[in-house]
């Protein structure tokens, strides 16, 4: 499935410490994150640090390979690269990547989890929301239909109507 690497990373509306994590991370992959050295280089603290890599972390967006700390998957590691470098030829030509579907979907799932949450402003609510039957999936439980990549659309457009007033 071809996916929009901006927009996708542009959706996870990371924070200033998240953004500058993954800067870190994107410029000198490494393995000790909260090194001193590695800290002052990219203007980290250990709370900024702890905080922003459960975040990255949860939406699937790094990880350990080999024991190094790297942005995954490679497709977005190399557009990353591209706008970190400022080679903005080569960003864009980067990126529209083909993602593999399991991926995009566990992507996908961590994204309607942030979405239901900042729709909802509560866990409780979020929860019953996607385990309940929805009008707008056809009597359809939103939980049951995340299992495809359609289905994460669908709930994504559902939620995004809720969110600016539309009848869902």
Same mark, same amino acid.
């Given at each position: ?7 996708l990373?542009?959706s ?6 998240q ?8 410029? /000198?992959? #490494?393995?000790? @994150?909260?090194?001193?050295r590695?800290?002052v280089?990219?203007d980290?603290?250990? $709370?900024?640090?702890?905080?922003a ?6 939406l ?28 903005? /030829?080569? #960003?864009e030509? @980067?990126?529209?990547a083909?993602?593999?579907?399991p991926y995009?979907?566990?992507? $996908?799932?961590n994204s ?10 509560d866990?409780d ?15 359809r ?8 990549? /359609? ?12 969110k ?5």
């Amino acid at each position: 499935m071809e996916v929009d690497l901006k927009s996708l990373l542009k959706s996870f509306r990371l924070s200033v410490p998240q953004k500058r994590l993954l800067n870190a991370i994107c410029r /000198e992959p #490494a393995s000790h @994150l909260y090194s001193t050295r590695y800290m002052v280089r990219h203007d980290l603290t250990r $709370g900024g640090i702890d905080s922003a890599l459960r975040r990255l972390r949860g939406l699937n967006l790094v990880a350990q390979e080999d024991g190094v700390w790297q942005i995954v998957p490679p497709e977005l590691r190399k557009w990353y690269q591209a706008v970190m470098d400022c080679d903005w /030829e080569r #960003a864009e030509d @980067l990126r529209f990547a083909e993602m593999e579907n399991p991926y995009f979907w566990k992507i $996908g799932i961590n994204s309607i989890y942030q979405e239901c949450l900042e729709v909802f402003r509560d866990f409780d609510n979020a929860m019953r929301w996607l385990r309940a039957p929805n009008h707008s999936l056809g009597g359809r439980i939103p939980w049951d239909i995340l299992e495809t990549v /359609e289905g994460v659309d669908l709930v994504k457009k559902t939620l995004g109507r809720i969110k600016y007033g539309v009848y869902s």
